[in-house]
């Protein structure tokens, strides 16, 4: 009888060790699925709003817009002031464009406009400052800009210089280009 009962305590004890080595594993395994579904639900949402910047993206890309880096540009086919253009984009859902790198500088410099962007220094002569109303910390300046010739507060891109990251000049806000406006998605 000691042999049984010796048998049957190593039975007792392996089977002990083999039923927590499964509990361990049920437990890395359920650990793991809600892992996995929470990767899952973030992607299902990541997709979601992906899809949702498609729809937009498409919309206005039929109607003159181009897209670059997680904005949309809108291309004016006319000339107006820089207020004028500034009202546009606005009844757009946009603003005048504002340059927040030196790709986006170099991505508009290749468009081949000289446009109107997002900058003045109307309220402050010498405080450049963006349509958001923060301060201009990196410029793109044509040589000798700017220089406020004739009362110049507004900055347009200048497609005619030679480096595509020192093309703009300050401009007479009351003179007529052509503008970009920016709407970011």
């Known amino acids: 009888m000691n042999n049984l009962s010796q048998s049957f305590s190593i ?5 002990t060790a083999e039923r927590d080595q499964l509990q361990t594993k049920y437990n ?6 809600d892992q996995l ?3 899952y639900n ?5 997709k979601g709003q992906i899809q949702a910047k498609l729809i937009v993206i498409e919309q206005h890309c039929k109607v003159g817009w181009r897209y670059f880096d997680s904005s949309l540009y809108f291309l004016s086919t006319e000339m107006k002031t820089w207020e004028e253009s500034r009202q546009d ?9 504002i340059i927040n790198s030196r790709e986006e500088q170099t991505f508009l410099f290749n468009l081949h406009l000289r ?3 997002g900058l003045t220094d109307s309220v402050t002569e010498g405080t450049w400052k963006w349509v958001d109303g923060t301060s201009l910390t990196t410029g793109y300046w044509g040589t000798g800009q700017p220089d406020n ?3 110049e507060d507004c900055v ?7 480096n595509p990251v020192k093309t703009w000049n300050d401009d007479n806000c009351h003179k007529k280009h052509d503008w970009i406006c920016e709407k970011v998605v």
């Open 156 to 162: 347009e891109i200048y497609y005619g210089q030679d």
């Open 89 to 97: 984009c606005l009844e757009r859902g946009a603003d005048l464009v």
């Open 11 to 15: 039975y007792k004890i392996n089977a």
């Open 149 to 151: 010739k004739w009362e």
């Open 28 to 33: 890395n395994l359920t650990k793991e699925r």
């Open 37 to 39: 579904q929470t990767i």
């Open 115 to 117: 446009a109107w962007i």
């Open 42 to 46: 973030n992607l299902t949402e990541e």
